[in-house]
T-cell receptor, first 114, second 112 residues
């Protein structure tokens, strides 16, 4: 079956702009999590959605937001982009039941802010 | 606070040798642990997971060991191959919060 799909793969944006990234989870998975990966900070949790509800949120400013649709697809938005937002943004999907289960990652979206 | 760290940032082994990658965690409430492999330009790839009610789990050529007493996790790769060269991350999660906390990663290099 198809894996986690993230679009676009690459983005270049200017400071002050906003950006929307998309993630389609594995079929049947209802939980989608987002992570930011940078060389300095590693992989950091942004937020997690299940059944269109945000269940958990990391320590990122309010400029970072997300949502999930009824088909479990998710988007994250970053407004008023800063140079430091340049990173690989990864989403992961899992079944999302009462216990943690395997989370599978997409290839990521490489965002460059100039 | 929560943290997951790795003892060694780099590991170099000869093809055919066994590799051991270590990880320390500090959150005693963590009950679920995962190892991921990340190759250049790709997202993390799930390798194996283990729950806190187990101390060992085996997969294909990989074994994960969990020592809750000292909060230590290790990944053993048998007969390491060049294709195993990648960055390996451990991650932990507590309960059902679906938030993975990742270690900084270990770069494994397999020399032919």
């Amino acid at each position: 079956k198809a894996g986690v799909t993230q679009t676009p793969r690459y983005l270049i944006k200017t400071r002050g702009q906003q950006v929307t990234l998309s993630c389609s989870p594995i079929s049947g998975h209802r939980s989608v999590s987002w992570y930011q990966q940078t060389p300095g900070q590693g992989l950091q949790f942004l937020f997690e959605y299940f059944s269109e509800t945000q269940r958990n949120k990391g320590n990122f400013p309010g400029r970072f937001s997300g949502r999930q649709f009824s088909n479990s697809r998710s988007e994250m938005n970053v407004s008023t982009l800063e140079l430091g937002d340049s990173a690989l943004y990864l989403c992961a999907s899992s079944f999302g039941g009462q216990r943690n289960t395997e989370a599978f990652f997409g290839q990521g979206t490489r965002l460059t802010v100039v | 606070g929560e943290s997951v760290g790795l003892h060694l940032p780099t590991l170099s082994v000869q093809e055919g040798d066994n590799s051991i990658i270590n990880c320390a965690y500090s959150n005693s409430a963590s009950d679920y642990f995962i190892w991921y492999k990340q190759e250049s330009g790709k997202g993390p790839q799930f390798i194996i997971d283990i729950r806190s009610n187990m101390d060992k789990r085996q997969g294909q050529r990989v074994t994960v060991l969990l020592n809750k007493t000292v909060k230590h996790l290790s990944l053993q790769i048998a007969a390491t191959q060049p294709g195993d060269s990648a960055v390996y991350f451990c991650a932990e999660s507590g309960g059902s919060n679906y938030k993975l906390t990742f270690g900084k990663g270990t770069l494994l290099t397999v020399n032919p």
